[in-house]
């Protein structure tokens, strides 16, 4: 999925957010990249809490593979890292926050290696792939 449809597939949702009271970043990458923020500037816990109960069904599901709720999700995960390492990529690990919906990469290691966080960026997807193939 690109990034385009997954932000169409947000908009629902963040329009539903802005209605309902709650600041979001949504609409169009500003020329910095930053997305400016939308919908009343302050809002309280109770009102953000209150706007996600109301629009939470409208939030996308995240890509199977990355999904903690899907039993398979870490497996594929891990077997991206191993394809990683596997293409010289040193430091490339599964993100431990268990908060996150998703299975998500952390690159770099503690000392922000360059190499492996632009080399892994770029052999993300085709490690995906090969692991989706194999399967």
Not at 18 to 25: D, W
Request: glycine share 8%; with cysteine; proline share 8%.
């Amino acid at each position: 999925m690109t990034s385009a449809e997954l932000e169409a597939l947000s908009l629902p949702y963040q329009d539903c957010m802005i209605a309902n009271g709650a600041p979001f970043k949504g609409g169009n990458a500003e020329a910095d990249g930053q997305q400016p923020m939308t919908g009343p500037a302050t809002a309280s816990a109770g009102d953000y809490d209150q706007a996600l109960a109301a629009c939470q069904q409208l939030l996308p599901l995240p890509p199977w593979e990355e999904d903690r709720s899907n039993p398979d999700a870490q497996a594929f995960v891990q077997a991206v890292v191993d394809c990683l390492h596997g293409k010289g990529i040193k430091y490339v690990e599964i993100d431990g926050d268990a908060s996150s919906p998703t299975f998500d990469l952390s690159l770099g290691g503690p000392n922000n290696d360059s190499d492996s966080i632009t080399r892994g960026m770029d052999l993300i997807p085709e490690c995906q792939r090969e692991v989706s193939a194999a399967k």
